[in-house]
């Protein structure tokens, strides 16, 4: 079992920028990959960007060049650093490790951005 808590959502205006992070406990050891995912308002969840423990990242063609996955592994943490925020980015967060086939998600952290 794997706990993913959120923390860092909020409201900000177009332009700006947030720092999502996310805590791990539990079989942290087995996780390989870790992202983050949202889900907006009548729309189907989506990948944003994911990091694997070897540091390997990609992200979602919509977001490459504004916001920045990292992960320390010794503190089991794993940040999203959200630049040139849009109000389309407008979205609930959600923190995903992947232990082999098994999917675990965090709470979701409301990020709303205003035009």
């Known amino acids: 079992q794997v706990q993913l808590v959120e923390s860092g959502g909020g409201l900000v205006q177009a332009g700006g920028s947030l720092r999502l992070s996310c805590v791990a406990s539990?079989?942290?050891?087995?996780?390989?990959?870790m992202g983050w995912y949202r889900q907006a308002p009548g729309k189907q969840r989506e990948l944003v960007a994911g990091?694997?423990?070897?540091?390997?990242?990609n992200y979602a063609d919509s977001v490459k060049g504004r916001f920045t996955i990292s992960r320390n592994n010794a503190k089991n943490t794993v940040n999203l650093q959200m630049n040139s925020l849009k109000p389309e980015d407008t979205a609930v967060y959600y923190c995903?490790?992947?232990?082999?086939?098994?999917?675990?998600w965090g709470q979701g952290t409301q990020v709303t951005v205003s035009s």
């Open positions: 539990g079989r942290i050891f087995s996780i390989n990959v």
């Open positions: 995903h490790a992947l232990l082999g086939s098994l999917h675990y």
């Open positions: 990091i694997t423990s070897g540091g390997s990242t």
